[in-house]
DNA sequence: CTGAAAGCGCTAACAT
DNA sequence: ATGTTAGCGCTTTCAG
């Protein structure tokens, strides 16, 4: 099988009848150079009769960049956040040119790992981090040695640098808001999970209740057990036991949410007229149960989006230290 | 932030007191030029202390290949089955020196979807359709351009070349000679859903049946209506109807037998003793389960790898128009 | 066994 | 307004 032959940018300047220079000057639009119309005209012409398509890695040679950037994250984040980011991500990249190159192998030993190598061997130019944990000696290294990065999550810690984080509390208030508007007297947290996402969850939750102008007649937590049987006891149990004030739920969780539907519907209980049901958290199924779920949410796809657009500023202008904080949404669907 | 300095090959050769030839010589193992081992020692030494990095954009440019495939998968596909492709294609690619570039958007008009706009512009050297659905006149302008690509997918319609495709014969087979082995008497198919991957499922699931050399005593086909409410409903006065002759379920998707599983623990069935299930698909809850979930699996990782190689053989020999079959897998679990 | 030198396709001073 | 030219960092004949 024979590679067709590429032309490149001098035999466009051939056919065109102008120099290589020329060419490039044209396709590139570079600035502070002026072209007669007539011989853009020709060049532009040349090139779409010969289909010709720059070769990228002689441009990123000359201008010593990748135009790729690496995105790492950890094996356990699931699709639809991922996905959504990386579209984000492109979304960002397109436009300037960039590319997504993925990097899995995250090795304990930091010059090893996929992105470092990369970085190290101009395959990529910079490093996104999507919801990946990286230990402090890492971050350290990029550090140091200048490497530009920014990381994605939406659950840090610690205050850090380079950083698209995420602030839930507008979203929490616009629930409770809306809960409280809507006369709901009683709200339950239901928390099924421990661990830095949980934690923080629960934690913004209690604030946003305390922040409450006008509070509700009860609010209470329910922690839930381990267990597919003990939630679901839990969950029935509550529910079952629930008095005729109007009540709504919050679950730290899309899957638990999906259980309070799922057994509010075995008792028959009414969705949302006799309890309101809102998750936090991103599901694919959220809009497709019935009723649909309303929930918190993250902002995925702008996270990815910002994430990226940090990151090739920071490769550009050296920019550096910025922190971005984006807020979730309070998504309303049918079941609150 | 100063870029720190890069250093070449050139610097390399002279802390080594050598040339960039013989530097290149020994950093690549060029065979059929040897080298005096004392030099050889002086290269590695001096490389190392430099921390050289191989620039791979000049490397690219001389070799005039970018070193990198294009990976393109449709956005819906699920998380679990295209992350464990990708870490069979990582480890396909990685002793090669490949790396991954991710093509998210595939557009109607072929020459402006991003891996064609990557290959014509020397980004990629290849393509990996990843349960990707792509139109015949993408695939007729691959072929006609010479564009090295390979399909993985495990349900393929029609008969293709450059594919990795799946056959789930043997792993229905053993799953049936299995429960026939443990005196199961009684299958029933569980036929959740209607299209391509559905109806193979069902087809390859009818034709395990009748290979049978000692046949079931019966053999049913259960077809659950659409919807949350139903499907329990239906599984429930399914189960709750069963007799007492040894039985099992076949599901067709794992999430169709994690709702039987649920319904057997309310109804008290015991699993595997009175009932034993069998779901078609991976999930990562397979194995969590409890009792755990045994499955016919696809061979994930093997078709991420495999997709890779024979990517990287067609690329490198000009191989062509080969195909590849790989098993599924009767993973036996707690459930069966 | 090793070195000198050409050149991949592009861009950007510097000339004209 | 456009052409000339010198590299970017690497590999690889071809000479020694």
Chains 1, 2 share one sequence.
Request: glycine share 6%; net charge neutral.
């Amino acid at each position: 099988m024979d590679k067709p032959k590429r032309v490149s940018s001098k035999d466009v300047a051939r056919e065109a009848g102008v120099s290589q220079a020329t060419v490039s000057y044209v396709l590139n639009n570079v600035k502070g150079v002026s072209i007669k119309p007539e011989t853009r005209e020709a060049v532009l012409l040349a090139a779409r009769k010969l289909n010709y398509h720059p070769n990228l890695i002689a441009r990123s040679m000359r201008l010593k960049k990748s135009m790729s950037i690496g995105v790492v994250s950890d094996k356990n984040v699931s699709n639809l956040l991922f996905m959504t980011i990386l579209q984000g991500v492109k979304d960002a990249l397109m436009p300037r040119n960039y590319s997504i190159t993925l990097c899995l192998s995250k090795s304990y030993d930091i010059e090893n790992s996929e992105h470092i190598k990369y970085y190290s061997s101009n395959r990529i130019d910079g490093i996104l981090f999507v919801y990946a944990d990286i230990p402090d000696e890492h971050l350290a290294y990029l550090v140091d040695n200048g490497i530009p990065f920014v990381m994605i999550h939406s659950d840090m810690k610690d205050d850090m640098a380079n950083v698209v984080k995420t602030d839930m509390t507008n979203a929490m208030d616009n629930a409770l808001r809306y809960l409280r508007g809507k006369g709901v007297e009683r709200v339950t947290y239901l928390n099924s999970g421990s661990g830095d996402k949980w934690d923080r969850r629960y934690h913004e939750y209690t604030r946003a209740i305390e922040r409450m102008d006008s509070p509700f007649a009860e609010s209470n937590i329910l922690t839930v057990p381990r267990g597919e049987e003990k939630v679901e006891e839990t969950v029935y149990n509550f529910l079952s036991s629930m008095g005729s004030m109007p009540g709504a739920m919050f679950c730290d969780t899309t899957g638990l949410a999906f259980r309070v539907l799922r057994e509010a519907a075995r008792l028959g209980i009414k969705i949302p007229s006799e309890l309101s049901v809102i998750a936090i958290g991103t599901s694919r199924f959220s809009s497709l149960a019935y009723p649909s779920l309303s929930a918190i949410e993250a902002p995925l796809y702008e996270m990815g989006r910002t994430g990226a657009e940090m990151l090739l500023d920071i490769m550009n202008n050296s920019v550096s230290n910025s922190v971005v904080v984006l807020e979730w949404e309070f998504n309303r669907r049918e079941s609150c």
